[in-house]
Each structure stands twice: as C-alpha cells, then as structure tokens.
C-alpha cells in the first residue's frame, strides 16, 4: 500500500488548508489516520477514521479539524481551520488493519511521506 499526502503549505494563523492522502496498491480495509510531528517533538495522532466512518479527534484540534472520506477515489481528507501556529508541523498519513482508532503511531503499518503544514502568527 502506497499512500500521499498533498494539500500542505504556508498559511496565516487563522487560515485554512486541506490535506489530501491517497492510497493505491491494495484496498485500505482498515483504519486511516492523520499525524503530525513538529520540530523536536514527538509524533502525535491528531485524526483518525475507521472502516465504517468512525473518527476520532485529538482534544486540541477538536472543532476546528475535520476528517472524511472518498472510497471511490480512495481519498482521505483533513481539512483544518482556524490554524495556530502550534499546527505548523509535518503532517502524515497511515494506515492499519484494525477496526479502532488509534493514536499511537507503531499500531500503524504504512505511511506517507508527509508534507509541511506551516502557520504564521
């Protein structure tokens, strides 16, 4: 399973973006997952939805992120608004096999690149 994310960027604290992550060579039957890590911090999971379109957000982007779905364009989404500049990260994708979401980012199998998420103050 390959998966990539796009949509990261610059943008003014209060602004918004759109990440997009795709996946292609195998179905994703499992939970889907955004993560961010910042410089000199650890990974943490911000975002996750499940096979049946579950989700499940961290406590401080609640209200201002919002994940979802495409199957048949194998998509998923994070759009995030009212960005601080403690978003500034770099935001990942992954993918599991199980039926919960989860945080914690060695539950994982697969991942993304990853693509930069910077907010100015």
């Known amino acids: 399973v390959q998966l990539r994310e796009s949509g990261g960027g610059l943008v003014h604290a209060g602004g918004s973006l759109t990440l997009s992550c795709t996946f292609a060579g195998a179905p994703v039957d499992g939970v889907i997952a955004w993560f961010r890590q910042a410089p000199g911090k650890e990974r943490e999971g911000i975002s996750c939805i499940t096979k049946s379109d579950t989700y499940d957000y961290l406590d401080s982007v609640k209200g201002r992120f919002t994940i979802s779905r495409e199957r048949l364009r194998n998509l998923v989404y994070l759009q995030m608004n009212s960005l601080k500049p403690e978003d500034t990260a770099v935001y990942y994708c992954?993918?599991?096999?199980?039926?919960?979401?989860?945080?914690?980012?060695?539950?994982?199998?697969?991942w993304g690149q990853g693509t930069q998420v910077t907010v100015s103050s």
């Open positions: 992954a993918t599991t096999r199980s039926y919960y979401c989860s945080g914690l980012d060695y539950e994982y199998n697969y």
